[in-house]
């Protein structure tokens, strides 16, 4: 029911629910939390002034619904992230979203 709910929006169902099971999980931890990590202020200094503006550009402005786009790509269609149990049941989300 959840793939074909998640049909018309492109979004892969059963990623969609084992990387928010795991943020659930993991919420508040830093690294293990898969929704957001936020850059360090150490982090942040070893930045050049250009990537820098990037960030504030994306970030800090209305152009942050775009790295929306990205985690939507980098977390739910790589499955280097998911076990082999989880491999079909993805893999079937995926291919319904290519319908």
Aim: net charge positive; aromatic share 14%; glycine share 4%.
């Amino acid at each position: 029911v959840g793939t074909l709910a998640f049909m018309p929006l492109i979004y892969p169902f059963e990623p969609w629910r084992i990387k928010h099971n795991q943020h659930h999980a993991q919420t508040n931890k830093l690294v293990e939390d898969t929704a957001w990590h936020p850059v360090m202020p150490s982090e942040l200094e070893k930045w050049s002034p250009t990537q820098k503006a990037i960030y504030k550009t994306f970030l800090g402005s209305p152009l942050k619904l775009w790295a929306s786009v990205g985690h939507w790509w980098i977390w739910h269609f790589d499955l280097a992230k998911y076990t082999e149990k989880q491999k079909p049941r993805v893999l079937v989300s995926l291919a319904a979203c290519a319908v």
